[in-house]
Nanobody, 127 residues
Framework: QVQLVESGGGLVQAGGSLRLSCAASGRTFSRYAMGWFRQAPGKEREFVVAVSWSDWRTYYADSVKGRFTISRDNAKNTVYLQMNSLKPEDTADYYC????????????????????WGQGTQVTVSS
């Protein structure tokens, strides 16, 4: 069982930055593929970015490429999402997700690929 706790959300003006954190419990965090998803009001949850557990391979949604950066610190059981040049359309609840995998280079893009989810943290970008 893995528990995920997100933090770092808040209100920011367009063009600003935020860094989200996702702290995970569990001793084998390093064997978990991780991802961030977001859900805006009235919209479906959408993929933002994913990272493999072995070689830090990453994949970004086109909408955030070049502005967001995912990183992970396996020693601290934490995944970060650095969000720069934020836009009003980035406003959403952001969720961290994890799943254990034996494939060290797996990058998982679909929500149904993930077994564990955090409670979400709200990000609001004002224009």
């Amino acid at each position: 069982q893995v528990q995920l706790v997100e933090s770092g959300g808040g209100l920011v003006q367009a063009g600003g930055s935020l860094r989200l954190s996702c702290a995970a419990s569990g001793r084998t965090f390093s064997r978990y593929a991780m991802g961030w998803f977001r859900q805006a009001p009235g919209k479906e949850r959408e993929f933002v970015v994913a990272v493999s557990w072995s070689d830090w391979r990453t994949y970004y949604a086109d909408s955030v490429k070049g502005r967001f950066t995912i990183s992970r610190d396996n020693a601290k059981n934490t995944v970060y999402l650095q969000m720069n040049s934020l836009k009003p359309e980035d406003t959403a609840d952001y969720y961290c997700a994890a799943t254990k995998t034996t494939q060290p280079m797996s990058i998982l893009l679909a929500a149904h690929d993930y077994d564990y989810w955090g409670q979400g943290t709200q990000v609001t970008v004002s224009s």
